[in-house]
């Protein structure tokens, strides 16, 4: 399939998106938080012993393409990958209403199912593998998250979201399951191994660290000063979802204006 024919089939699911039931959407949105969260927190158990810094990176970035893998091929609901809706929007498919109304419910819904599933890992003490050093890792990660500046939380979810919905885009491309596993891995192995920002996975990076912080598990030697559920939502979670918004739309606005805008 064409850049064109991926525009225009797109263009058609995001009015689908749009006229979903709300049940349904905040249900497909949950899902998707969770699949999101589960990739996240296998890619940080895994790289949680490696010693170098640049290998356990490429670790991380081999594994964590799984959750947009899955949120792919069972038809759920990303709030980052929906950015691409504008497509839809411009092509006077669908209101800007419904575009706000589907980027509302499923962001709550990621949130709910990232909030989940990271309770339930820390409750179940699945950051005690390899005597702590995986709860040692997610610990310093979400500190690390909630003590990054306004400006490279907004800069990094654009270049994050940019690469998500170039994904995204590819996997439209291609009718088959394995195709689409393929032409999604390659973007999201770079935004992982570059450290850009995404907002959903970032629900369950962070509020990981606050539930290990809460529970008492969080390691000594992590300084979590800025490890707050405020600076979770303020200063990571609000700059990194508008960057993601705008890197999404930039992305949607670029495949719409070169593949379907008809110039005079």
């Known amino acids: 399939m064409t850049n064109k024919e991926a525009a225009v089939k797109y263009s058609t699911g995001g009015a689908g998106k749009a006229s979903m039931s709300v049940l349904r959407m905040a249900?497909?949105?949950f899902l998707a938080g969770m699949f999101i969260a589960l990739a996240?927190?296998?890619?940080?158990i895994a790289a949680s012993t490696i010693e170098s810094p640049s290998v356990a990176k490429l670790v991380t970035a081999l594994i964590f393409p799984a959750g947009l893998a899955m949120v792919i091929l069972n038809g759920t609901e990303l709030f980052t990958g929906n950015s691409l809706m504008i497509i839809s929007l411009l092509d006077k498919k669908i209101k800007l209403t419904g575009?706000?109304?589907n980027w509302l419910i499923v962001y709550a819904g990621n949130f709910a199912g990232s909030l989940f599933v990271s309770a339930m890992c820390v409750y179940g003490h699945v950051y005690t593998l390899f005597g702590g050093a995986a709860g040692v890792s997610a610990g310093a990660a979400a500190a690390?998250?909630?003590s990054i500046s306004f400006e490279d939380a907004v800069l990094k979810g654009i270049l994050c979201n940019i690469l998500v919905c170039v994904a995204?885009?590819?996997?439209?491309?291609?009718e088959h399951a394995v195709g689409k596993i393929i032409a999604l891995f390659l973007p999201i192995m770079v935004f992982v191994i570059c450290g850009f920002?995404?907002?959903?996975a970032n629900m369950s990076y962070i509020?990981?660290?606050?539930?290990l912080q809460v529970s008492g598990q969080l390691d000594s030697s992590i300084n979590a000063e800025n490890l707050t559920w405020g600076a979770f939502l303020i200063t990571n979670l609000v700059p990194v979802t508008l960057g993601n918004i705008i890197g999404g739309c930039f992305t949607g606005f670029a495949y719409w204006f070169t593949n379907i805008y008809k110039t005079a």
């Open 197 to 200: 920002e995404h907002s959903v």
């Open 168 to 174: 995204v885009m590819m996997t439209v491309m291609t």
């Open 27 to 29: 249900a497909e949105a």
């Open 207 to 211: 509020s990981t660290g606050l539930f």
């Open 40 to 44: 996240g927190a296998a890619s940080t």
């Open 99 to 101: 575009v706000l109304k």
């Open 144 to 146: 690390a998250k909630c």
